[in-house]
């Protein structure tokens, strides 16, 4: 790290909005509790925005977004271990859009680190800068800062909450509060006798909240175990609610139409054969889209088609070879950041063999399985809405500002979602349907998008291209240099969430390249922004998804031309950078039983990618088969420094890997005439149940840090994979999908 300070000074600019607003506005305004906004209604105690208890039920919030990924219940598992009760127990909702879940964890990822070498007091102070969240209303589930965000305050808000009812018991009872226990949702006296949570409530909302400490971690009963999912049983006998089934009296249903030529303009429409067709009411003007409003959705979508457009033509290059193009203009500019500098990367080291490549990405979509809709009802005074998204204060204050009207008069009803992956961090799904209702006070309506609409109008993840040049001598890796262009999600998403572009480098250019716990004597990596208007966007791992291929690509590159194994090779690199990292590679190569040899027909890749604080090695393997190549095996290793819920993680890396490799094998978005060529699955395909490797997971617990689970198990799917593609074939992927290059089995 000897370039840390000069690189610690540019870098820190990314976060400067944030330590702006804590000076401007003072540390007591920066730290003081935000509201609570849960409304008790007869008989109900809010103890803290997380924890209501009336004389029938215990109700927790977990206010991140459950998009398949578990939160729900690990969050509640969060408070019920201090609050000691059981989670089938307790009601777990999901909490209004407010102030007080603030995300705190997201804000601290923006200091300047790698990560994986934060010191003691880079994290106090990224908890510092975390409260920073509350004054711009991030409450946001992303950056698989989920269980970091919640792993102490959940537990303190438990925590208080059980002392506070034992104070209660305590006054009943006329003993000293530290006579008493709790267990399974009662107060036990010392003669045995128990009080039920629910009988305490009244009394103790009359009482000071009490503050207690955290219990340690050897008298924990529910984390640290798998927890059977709160959300299993509803989805399970199909009443569980997502965003596309809410219904409501007299609700209509209405489908979306854009400009398919992404940024045009409407310039008009003919909607009268859509008017005549039985069952279509109306035809919706929403200023850049229109909407078909009847009596189904299937019906508003069929008499979309029967509107005649006038659209402008998208203020983005025509053609892919020109937007292509584009991106590898970006390398005659000036680097948007450097945020890694170790050694002289620009000198070829004496004696040194030199290694180079090029490697390209293409845009994704996101393909969340449920398409995008939302319900909205306004009364010509208040909004209300429902829909599954990933930030609830943003869909509440820009529906507002849609309608004219404040964000007080907007009612945010976060559903469950089928698929997020930051796609329902946007809100325009939203902003459409608010508009609709504004045109039709007093009916609720549901406006659906179709695959169509939504596969080509995604705020994509951007395509990409690297250049890397590095050196071996004596079997080790003396230098590595990557030049990575591509647009930047984080300067468009932060100007569409609260219209500020923050200055700075973009880490997410080259996450997953310039802060991976390699020891390389000569360690440089350079990122640069192109200039283009395609919308791109936060994609599931977001920066590591697409530099965890070009980086592990390209260190497979240098293994092999230094004639090492390339497990063995990383786990020399690893092992003297950062100990967890050569924990995972280590277990890997355990679990799959690894020798570096493989026998004919079948290859084997490894790759090891460290994001949102977790390292993640997985090791791939595939066969040759009559009808393509098969990918038989998968083991993952992952260093999640504390396991709140080892099953759901396992889900989680397994997850996670099944996604990447998708869009490792299948995944591109391109483009002609401005507008994207991909239009649904049979255009953009999937790894299928068939076709998926069988998976072995194992979860360490090395690190000092809780890491993040729901997007690391996806970097080091592609490079895994096309490593084992090269060690079968002999020829070497660099750019993706694989399946224009190899023949896999479909």
């Known amino acids: 790290m000897a370039s840390f300070k000069k690189i610690a000074r540019r870098s820190f600019l990314i976060g400067s909005a944030a330590i702006i607003g804590g000076v401007a506005f003072g540390a007591y305004y ?19 925005p997380f924890v209501m208890i009336s004389d029938q039920k215990i109700t927790l919030i977990a206010p991140r977004a459950e998009m398949g990924q578990g939160v729900h219940t690990t969050w509640a598992a969060l408070i019920a271990e201090e609050l000691d009760v059981t989670l089938d127990q307790v009601e777990v909702l999901h909490g209004p859009a407010a102030k007080a879940y603030y995300n705190s964890a997201l804000m601290s990822e923006a200091l300047p680190s790698t990560g994986y070498d934060k010191s003691k007091f880079m994290h106090s102070l990224g908890e510092l800068m975390g409260q920073a969240g509350k004054l711009l209303d991030l409450q946001v589930t992303g950056g698989s800062t989920s269980m970091k965000d919640g792993y102490e305050r959940m ?94 009296p007299g609700m209509k249903f209405a489908a979306l139409k854009a400009n398919p030529h992404l940024g045009g303009a409407m310039k008009g429409f003919d909607a009268a054969a859509a008017l005549e067709m039985p069952g279509i009411e109306t035809v919706a ?101 429902w829909c599954g998204n990933q930030g609830p204060m943003l869909v509440r204050d820009h529906c507002a500002k849609a309608l004219g009207i404040e964000p007080e008069q907007v009612e945010v009803n976060t559903t469950l979602m089928g698929g997020g992956f930051g796609r329902r961090g946007e809100f325009d799904f939203a902003v459409y349907a608010a508009r609709l209702a504004g045109q039709m006070p007093g009916t609720p309506v549901q406006l659906t998008w179709s695959r169509e609409e939504d596969m080509t109008h995604d705020f994509y993840r951007p395509a990409s291209a ?136 079948v290859g084997r890749g490894v790759a090891m990618t460290y994001s949102f604080g977790t390292p993640v090695a997985q090791v791939i393997e595939v066969a040759q088969e009559d009808g393509g190549i098969r990918l038989q095996k998968a083991w993952i290793a992952a260093d999640l420094g504390v396991a709140l819920d080892p099953r759901n993680l396992e889900a989680q890396m397994s997850g996670g890997m099944a996604y990447g490799l998708s869009a490792a094998m299948f995944g591109e978005i391109t483009f002609a005439e401005g507008a994207a060529e991909q239009v649904n699955f049979p255009d953009y395909d999937a790894i299928r149940m068939h076709t998926m490797p069988v998976v072995e997971v194992r979860i360490l617990e090395e690190q000092a840090h809780i890491g993040g689970a729901g997007e690391p198990g996806t970097p080091p799917a592609a490079p895994a994979l096309a490593n084992a593609l090269f060690d079968l074939t002999g020829k070497r992927a660099r750019r993706l999908p694989l399946m224009h290059d190899f023949d896999l089995l479909t």
């Open 30 to 48: 920066v730290s003081r509790p935000a509201p609570n906004p849960l409304k008790p209604g007869d008989g109900e105690v809010a103890f803290n």
């Open 285 to 385: 003007d929403l200023g850049d889209a229109v909407a078909a409003v009847g009596r189904n959705t299937w019906l508003a979508i069929q008499a979309l088609e029967a509107i005649d457009f006038d659209w402008g033509a998208a203020p983005i290059p025509a053609a892919q070879i020109e937007i292509s193009g584009a991106i590898h203009a970006a390398f005659q500019a000036e680097p948007n950041s450097t945020l890694r500098d170790d050694g002289d990367a620009a000198t070829l080291p004496e004696g040194a063999q030199e290694v180079t490549a090029e490697y390209e990405v293409p845009y994704l979509a996101h393909a969340t399985m449920e398409p995008l809709n939302a319900t909205a009802l306004f009364d010509g005074q208040r909004l209300q809405i």
């Open 155 to 248: 537990r303190l808000a438990g925590a208080s909450a059980r002392e506070t009812l034992k104070e209660a018991a305590a006054q009943r009872l006329g003993v000293s509060r530290g006579q008493l226990s709790t267990r399974d949702g009662k107060v036990i006296a010392p003669d045995g006798a128990e009080i039920a949570y629910t009988e305490l409530a009244a009394d103790a909302a009359r009482l000071e909240p009490v503050d207690a400490p955290l219990r340690p971690r050897s008298e924990w009963r529910l984390l640290g175990k798998a927890q059977p999912r709160v959300d299993m049983a509803d989805k399970a006998t199909g009443t569980a609610q997502f965003g596309i089934d809410v219904r409501l």
């Open 466 to 601: 690297a250049r890397f040049r590095g050196a071996v001598k004596d079997s080790k890796a003396l230098l590595l240099d990557g030049q990575i262009a591509g647009q930047s999600p984080t300067a468009q998403a932060m100007n569409r969430w609260i219209g500020l572009s923050p200055s700075g480098p973009d880490t997410a250019l080259t996450d997953g390249a310039f802060n991976q716990p390699y020891g390389i004597p000569n360690y440089r990596i350079r990122g640069y922004a192109a200039d283009l208007q395609i919308p791109v966007g936060f994609w599931r791992s977001v920066g590591a998804s697409i530099n965890g291929f070009f980086m592990e690509s390209f260190v497979d590159e240098l293994a092999h031309a230094a004639g090492a194994d390339p497990l063995e090779f990383r786990l020399e690199l690893a092992r003297g950078e950062w100990e967890p990292a050569a924990k995972v590679l280590e277990a890997v190569k355990e679990m799959s039983g690894w020798t570096g040899r493989t026998p004919e027909g």
